[in-house]
């Protein structure tokens, strides 16, 4: 037997799944702990769903569901203790739901006992991907969870702003509670992974209606890729309320802000503007963080995914974690009742160190979210119409260390001139730094934000399409090709799929987690399709 199962991210072991030790650097303890707690959350649906609860009176558990999805994402949370913590936290709540109901229907998953982490690991053992023997049904009920731990994350920043929507929690219960349902057989799953999707839009639109509610509309902005000399905070992953708490506890105190990666899109909304220690972005995405936060000399924190392992003791001292991201060893900031986060420890420990060694200079430019695109409209349509665009490429999504992913950069490189990339997510940075120039003043590279900015490009998408009175999303000038690496990249996946978008290419390899039947019903239904030479898929990006 195998010491642990995982094949939830693109960097899955061999293409098929990590059985010894995360090639993400997560332990089997770990990645059993995780099996274990999203058991627990099924246990916890299966009583709502049982017990007809409606997730408008469930408070604190559907926060807790969503914050317990967020922590099992890629590279968010590598803390045994927190996850263990965690999985006791849900079997609490599931058994005070239970103690109030009647209820005749029984489940493993509703009624298990543990009592101490060997118990666990015991259990988790029995109950983890694998439990389920036939490969489809195993793999739609898994692309179901990672789409849900994807919606969670968005779920989890709204509601960092005090946006909720009931909806989208009563259908993580009714979703993981039918992932333990044996009598759904492939077709109800397939039905059940666009609905999925559907969702998978609302809790998109809930955070971007959050974000700027509560931060303003991204708009063009330059930011700064090289350093000053103060000491300073760099802020990674991706939640902006705790980036607005670091910002108003560093004003005045000599110590500045540095994003990194998925933060970067901060520097465009208005509401950061307002910060002079708010200086610029520092390196590129999380997998090269190893390198960078050496050279940033400065404490890291991490607000979310995605933290690689640190290798050696003296990195784990300068970095820190908040929210749903955890590291063993690293100090994790906890938010009091009113959600107030202390970061005092942070600035301190930055007023003791070096400020950063300098990586390179110059500047970046972002802010092409829906609102400023749509502001720009008339000279966008202008181009297009006169031909000066003649295509549209989304490359949202993440990046990873695979050196299959220079095909993103060499893919931007020799696009046409006249084609426009548009992108969100860390898969950016394969290619944001290069001089690839405008057309008639709009950049070549429109950076939408973060992954969880990619509603912004189906806003977008559906403005055109409105603009050129299309019927279809699929007739619009724009071409799909999508790099993913964790589950945020999933739900993006089913919501387009959801929208109807056809012709996805989705790389640098498909999932592992799609069985080659599940593949082909993708493949058949919706074109899907993976990567393949550059100038090859140039060419058939271009023709179509
Ligand atoms: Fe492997 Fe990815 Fe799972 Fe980590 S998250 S254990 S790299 S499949
Ligand atoms: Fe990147 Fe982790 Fe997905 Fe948010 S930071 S896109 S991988």
């Not at 058991?39 to 916890?44: A, F, R």
Request: proline share 3%.
């Amino acid at each position: 037997m195998s010491n642990m199962f995982c094949y939830q991210c693109q960097e899955a072991s061999r293409g098929t799944g990590c059985e010894i030790i995360g090639v993400c650097g997560k332990s089997p303890e770990v990645a059993n702990l995780q099996d274990l707690l999203i058991y627990t959350l099924k246990g916890v649906s299966q009583v709502v769903m049982a017990g007809g609860l409606e997730a408008s009176t469930l408070t604190k558990v559907n926060h807790e569901v969503i914050n317990s999805l967020f922590m099992t994402i890629t590279n968010a949370n590598f803390d045994e203790d927190a996850i263990e913590a965690q999985i006791r936290k849900m079997i609490a709540y599931r058994d005070e739901l239970k103690s109030s109901l009647n209820l005749d229907v029984k489940s493993d998953a509703m009624n298990f006992e543990v009592t101490n982490r060997a118990s666990m690991l015991k259990k988790a053992a029995l109950v983890g991907v694998l439990s389920t023997k036939d490969e489809d049904v195993r793999s739609l009920r898994e692309l179901i969870i990672y789409g849900l731990k994807g919606m969670a994350a968005y779920a989890h920043h709204a509601l960092n702003i005090g946006k909720e929507n009931h909806e989208i929690y009563g259908f993580v219960y009714e979703a993981l509670a039918a992932t333990q349902d044996n009598s759904l057989g492939a077709d109800d799953l397939v039905a059940l992974t666009l609905k999925t999707g559907e969702l998978g839009v609302q809790a998109m639109a809930l955070l971007d209606n959050a974000n700027t509610s509560m931060f303003g509309n991204p708009e063009v902005t330059e930011v700064n890729i090289g350093v000053r000399n103060r000491p300073a905070i760099l802020i990674s992953g991706h939640d902006l309320t705790d980036l607005k708490q670091l910002l108003e506890q560093t004003r005045g105190t000599g110590v500045d802000v540095y994003t990194h990666s998925e933060m970067l899109p901060a520097h465009y909304y208005p509401e950061f503007k307002k910060y002079d220690n708010f200086v610029g972005n520092y390196g590129n995405a999380w997998w090269k963080q190893v390198e960078e936060f050496e050279s940033f000399n400065g404490p890291i924190l991490f607000t979310t995914n995605c933290i690689v392992p640190p290798r050696n003791e003296s990195l784990r001292n300068r970095i820190f974690t908040t929210g749903a991201s955890g590291y063993p060893g690293c100090v994790h900031v906890e938010a009091d009742a009113d959600g107030v986060k202390d970061f005092s420890e942070i600035i301190e420990l930055a007023k003791t160190l070096e400020a950063p060694t300098e990586i390179e200079t110059g500047k970046i430019i972002g802010g092409f979210a829906h609102a400023q695109v749509v502001a720009l409209a008339d000279k966008v349509v202008d181009a297009v119409k006169s031909g000066a665009i003649r295509k549209f490429v989304v490359m949202a999504g993440c990046d990873g260390r695979m050196n299959q992913r220079n095909y993103y950069t060499e893919f931007a490189e020799k696009l046409p001139q006249d084609a426009v990339i548009l992108t969100a997510g860390c898969a950016k940075y394969r290619y944001n730094k290069l001089p690839l120039g405008d057309i008639g003043g709009i950049p070549r590279v429109l950076d939408a934000g973060q992954c969880n900015d990619s509603y912004s490009l189906v806003v977008i998408a559906m403005k055109l399409k409105e603009i050129f009175g299309l019927d279809s999303l699929n007739d619009l000038p724009i071409a799909y090709n999508i790099a993913w690496y964790e589950q945020k990249a999933v739900i993006v996946l089913l919501a387009l799929l959801y929208l109807g978008v056809k012709n996805i290419h989705l790389g640098p390899t498909l999932p592992a987690f799609l069985s080659p039947n599940v593949a082909n019903v993708l493949v058949e239904k919706f074109g899907i399709a993976t990567i393949g030479e550059v100038d090859e898929d140039i060419e058939l990006f271009m023709a179509n």
